[in-house]
């Protein structure tokens, strides 16, 4: 028998920002953040589409902004309920602009 919206609202209000916890998977292909020193912006955001690959669901194509970048890393914003973050790094040849 699925849940009732009534449910699922309890459940929320219980879990909080966890609630959503057994949807969470790694990204396989997100890098470590480079160095604070040798990241850099120039202040403007970029449309980008990003080559993500999930530990479950496998590879995706997201379309997203980035905003900073290192030598051959690119920050992209990830807004997806299965990642607990909001944004990850990636090697340079996994962005491509739109």
Known sequence: ????????????????AFADAD???????????PPAWTQWSDGARYAVVARLVWERDGEELV???????????VHVEV???RYRLLG??????DVQSR
């Open 1 to 16: 028998m699925p849940a009732s919206p009534d449910d699922e609202d309890a459940r929320q209000a219980r879990l909080g």
């Open 63 to 73: 379309e997203t902004w980035s905003e900073l970048s290192s030598s051959n890393l």
């Open 88 to 93: 990850v790094w990636l090697d340079a040849a």
């Open 23 to 33: 949807l969470w998977q790694e990204i396989v292909n997100a890098r470590r953040a």
């Open 79 to 81: 807004r997806d309920p």
